[in-house]
């Protein structure tokens, strides 16, 4: 499974951002796909995951401001961010885990994308 990730960039404290995940090779509509994010010298972070049935799971720092879904379809996942804070600055990552339970666990996850840089200025 290869998965690109796009939609980071600049935006103020306030905003919002929308990032979408390719992805190719296998199909991966039965398989809970979720968004991490890491800063320099942490370790990745849970953002929120969905699993094949559309079950949704978020971490508490996002809920409320953050929407995830896919598009079977499309093979591609989504992250629609809003209300953005600098403290939402990272590189977020996409990841499918080739399982069925959906997992906040880093380690639990298969397949990653690269990430794409989401930057929030205050």
């Known amino acids: 499974v290869q998965l690109q990730a796009s939609g980071g960039g600049l935006v103020q404290a306030g905003g919002s951002l929308r990032l979408s995940c390719l992805a190719s090779?296998?199909?991966?509509?039965?398989?809970?796909m979720a968004w991490f994010r890491q800063t320099p010298g942490e370790e990745r972070e849970f953002v929120a995951v969905v699993s094949g049935s559309d079950y949704k799971y978020y971490s508490d720092s996002v809920k409320g401001r953050f929407a995830i879904s896919r598009d079977s379809a499309k093979s591609t996942l989504y992250l629609q961010m809003k209300n953005l804070t600098p403290e939402d600055t990272a590189v977020y990552f996409c990841?499918?885990?080739?399982?069925?339970?959906?997992?906040?666990?880093?380690?639990?996850?298969?397949?990653w994308g690269r990430g794409t840089l989401v930057t929030v200025s205050s």
């Open positions: 990841a499918v885990d080739l399982a069925i339970v959906p997992s906040t666990q880093a380690s639990e996850y298969d397949f």
């Open positions: 090779g296998r199909t991966v509509s039965r398989y809970p």
